[in-house]
């Protein structure tokens, strides 16, 4: 056993409506620069539909991800290392930028400048590669809540088998939204598809990062990555990739994509699992049972053998606690409600997702069931096979049993609410008909419908004590005061500590902190502030207006 | 020696060599982020498809024939019983083809680089320099390779190009055998040194970064995150630093 920790996200799929709030933030924070216009870190997708880029989920045509060879070995999907050097100068795999969505602008001055009139004047939108006006034909989210849904939706790739039986008619259509991150895969093809070596996975929380430095610009991770979750700056020709936010992961704070969720559908904690069982596990010949594979590879945190070989592998005491209390192995392993998004790529993706009952239930009650009656629900589970196959094709490898039983469980969740909010009688055997105690249904609700911030956010702090020994050391070699904007290089220095250590816990400081901004004015720096603390010029102070004179 | 000799094929050859050298040490140690491939298939695929393979490989073949023609003295393939018609014949043969795929496959890129927005977008003043002098190089180097050697009255740069080059490794610059060749040859040869001098500033650094490790490697890679000693100054790690950069 080589217990590794790795810090992994479950996301509701029931509680999202599709807001776009952590894509704005995450871009905010991490894309908003030239070279990455088209670059979502988070994206949320309308499902069914074609995703970004398009068609992404097709391996066939761009071959990212893993599968078995003759031998039942594994492999990467693109081929093997010789075949990845003699391609370096045209990757066949790679998509185009055309596939994500031109970026595009547009000529604001246009408007602002415009003399007064009768008529509105209009913008022209300026492509972000050129600087020429272009004709908008793809964007990012181009498929939103179903929009040409008839045309471009029968091409997803999910809906491979199905495309006979499904109609894209208003009545009739299940939809649900797919929020995307990198997934931090246990195996990720990524990594071992980078010839620089330039991507790694640490070793400490298991985050796959990119080193800037020596990366080369080859650009196979970005046609590795099954999931394209990895992007090509087209300004600096290198790859950037989701960090899961590590700045604030180290500091024990959520994600920015998690933290500014409306549905507050995320949930972030520690996975400890056995790295030597990795490689096994994703040359599971079967690719459905890759997701049974993927539970065996995690570790009972609550082991007292686990605990002690944990030790052994320099896993600090507090992170095998926090693993102890970590929602995410809560939903995913006790509770096995997370499933895993495309396991049969073979990577052993760390972002799960509890698959979406209301759009079965929306179904439900068109076709005339009443689905407050969870023995109803149940039946139309079973009578529903469109959307229950789909779900499948997403996360078992069309093994739809594992999502029928993900989703009577959380239609049982629900009739037990019901039946205790209402005074109604419950049947006592439906706990055990979905596999759960009554007891394992109630912690099942409280995660998933009371779900408090300390509860869905068990994120360590990472142990960086020796770092700190050694910057002290540094310090004394130059003066800290002499950087861009320190007093020592005639500037005013940093307004406040707390801008400069985001290390506030949410619970005992605000957060946030202030800057002074380019027109001289003290402003409230919101990335930080978690909400709940006093924002002091976040708003402009309205000056005092001097009265007039009374004449 | 004239003041012209002495600085066109002592002085260049030298200067650019050490610009060369210096240049890759100064660019290695304080550039990394800038050292890429910069692909812009990203932009354009059509074209790169069958552009850059093709002048990629022709390259690395025409490479391969300036070694063994210039590198590998004429009295080293007599001693190993090679004939001369058949050196001909080989280099000739090879030579073409080389040059052929560089002039279409050059050719291919040149005209995306210039015709397609997206991609000339993306183009800088230094990859315009270095594209106008891989441009001389190469068609300098079909002319000779086909119009003198292949179809014309042909030309035994082995005898005075090749030793003149040797020369300068050696330390006494030959300049008397470069200064009777061909005036074409005297170009090409010119043009290749200033390439040379322009390398470690341009995308052509790239070329050494080719992952063949990645043969070997283990295909997962961690990292640790603990912080090891942080670089300073004086004590190893990067010493050459942009001005007014805080450490």
Avoid at chain 1, 37 to 48: A, D, I, L, Q, S
Avoid at chain 1, 310 to 338: C, F, M, N, T
Wanted: aromatic share 12%.
């Amino acid at each position: 056993m080589r217990p590794m920790a790795q810090v992994a996200m479950v996301m509701n799929l029931d509680k999202c409506i599709g807001c776009h709030t952590c894509s704005v933030t995450c871009k905010q924070t991490w894309t908003n620069r030239p070279g990455t216009e088209y670059v979502y870190f988070n994206n949320v997708e309308t499902k069914p539909g074609i995703g970004y880029p398009r068609r992404y989920e097709d391996q066939e045509r761009w071959k990212g991800g893993w599968t078995l060879d003759r031998k039942g070995r594994l492999q990467l999907k693109a081929g093997g290392r010789l075949l990845k050097l003699l391609s370096i100068f045209y990757n066949p795999n790679l998509p185009s930028i055309d596939d994500y969505g031109d970026p595009w602008t547009y000529d604001y001055q246009t408007v602002v400048n415009a003399p007064l009139g009768t008529q509105n004047p209009s913008v022209h939108s300026i492509s972000a590669l050129t600087g020429r006006d272009m004709k908008l034909r793809w964007g990012s989210n181009w498929d939103d809540d179903l929009a040409g849904a008839p045309e471009t939706a029968p091409s997803d790739p999910n809906l491979a088998g199905l495309e006979d039986r499904v109609k894209m008619e208003f009545e009739q259509v299940f939809m649900f939204y797919l929020p995307r991150i990198c997934e931090h895969c246990l195996n990720p093809s990524c990594v071992a598809s980078c010839p620089s070596g330039a991507m790694y996975k640490r070793s400490e929380d298991g985050i796959v990062l990119v080193d800037e430095d020596r990366c080369r610009g080859w650009r196979f991770c970005v046609s590795g990555c099954p999931y394209k979750k990895v992007y090509f700056n087209h300004r600096t020709g290198k790859a950037e990739k989701c960090t899961l936010c590590f700045p604030r992961i180290e500091e024990g704070q959520p994600t920015i994509c998690s933290e500014t969720c409306v549905g507050r559908l995320r949930y972030l904690g520690l996975f400890l699992y056995d790295a030597d069982k990795v490689t096994e596990a994703a040359a599971t010949p079967d690719e459905q049972d890759l997701y049974e594979a993927q539970l065996s590879v995690f570790l009972d945190p609550s082991d007292p053998e686990v605990q002690a070989e944990a030790a052994k592998a320099g896993i600090p005491a507090d992170w095998v606690e926090a693993a102890q209390r970590s929602p995410v192995y809560a939903l995913a392993v006790r509770h096995r409600v997370a499933l895993p998004l495309h396991p049969e790529y073979r990577t052993l993706p760390m972002v799960w997702y509890i698959p979406p009952l209301s759009p079965v239930a929306d179904v439900a009650h068109a076709a005339g069931y009443e689905h407050g009656d969870p023995d109803r629900v149940f039946a139309t589970i079973d009578d529903l096979r469109i959307p229950i196959e789909y779900l499948a094709n997403l996360f078992t490898a069309g093994k739809t049993e594992t999502v029928r039983d993900v989703l009577r469980k959380l239609a049982a969740v629900r009739a037990v609410m019901r039946a205790g909010q209402l005074g109604l009688d419950l049947d006592e055997d439906l706990p055990a008909s979905v596999g759960a105690t009554a007891d394992e249904l109630d912690d099942l609700y409280r995660l998933i419908a009371i779900g408090k911030y300390e509860d869905r956010y068990v994120v360590p702090k990472a142990h960086a004590e020796d770092a700190g020994r050694l910057m002290a050391q540094h310090e004394q070699l130059f003066c800290s005061l002499d950087g861009e904007g320190g007093p020592g290089m005639g500037g005013n220095g940093p307004p406040s500590v707390e801008s400069f250590h985001p290390g506030r816990t949410p619970n005992t400081a605000a957060g946030g902190g202030t800057f002074r901004a380019d027109d001289g004015r003290t402003r409230f720096n919101l990335l930080g502030w978690n909400g709940r603390g006093d924002a002091p010029h976040l708003f402009p102070e309205v000056p005092e207006v001097p009265e007039a004179d009374g004449s | 020696m004239s003041s012209f000799e002495l600085w066109w094929w002592v002085i260049l050859p030298y200067a650019a060599m050490v610009v060369f050298v210096v240049g890759h040490i100064w660019r290695w140690r304080y550039d990394q982020f800038g050292w890429t491939s910069r692909s812009t298939q990203l932009q354009e695929r059509r074209l790169l498809k069958w552009g850059a393979p093709l002048f990629h490989y022709s390259a690395f073949a025409a490479i391969a024939g300036h070694v063994i023609g210039i590198l590998i003295p004429r009295s080293f393939t007599e001693w190993l019983g090679i004939p001369e018609r058949a050196y001909t014949l080989f280099s000739g043969i090879a030579g073409s083809v080389a040059a052929i795929g560089v002039l279409i496959g050059a050719g291919i890129l040149i005209f995306r680089r210039m015709g397609v927005p997206r991609v000339r977008a993306t183009t800088s003043g230094v990859d315009y320099l270095a594209l106008i002098l891989l441009g001389v190089i190469s068609l300098l180097g079909i002319y000779l390779t086909l119009g003198v050697q292949e179809f014309g009255s042909g030309y035994d740069y082995r005898t005075t190009v090749s030793v003149w080059f040797r020369s300068l490794f050696a330390g006494t610059p030959d300049y008397k055998a470069i200064g009777d060749a061909p005036v074409m040859y005297q170009v090409h040869a010119t043009a290749a040194w200033m390439i040379f001098a322009v390398w470690p500033f341009s995308r052509l650094v790239h070329a050494w970064s080719y992952p063949l490790w990645y043969l070997w490697r283990p295909y997962v890679v961690y990292r640790d995150r603990r912080a090891g000693p942080p670089p300073e100054p004086g004590t190893g790690g990067r010493r050459w630093r942009k001005i007014g950069v805080p450490y």
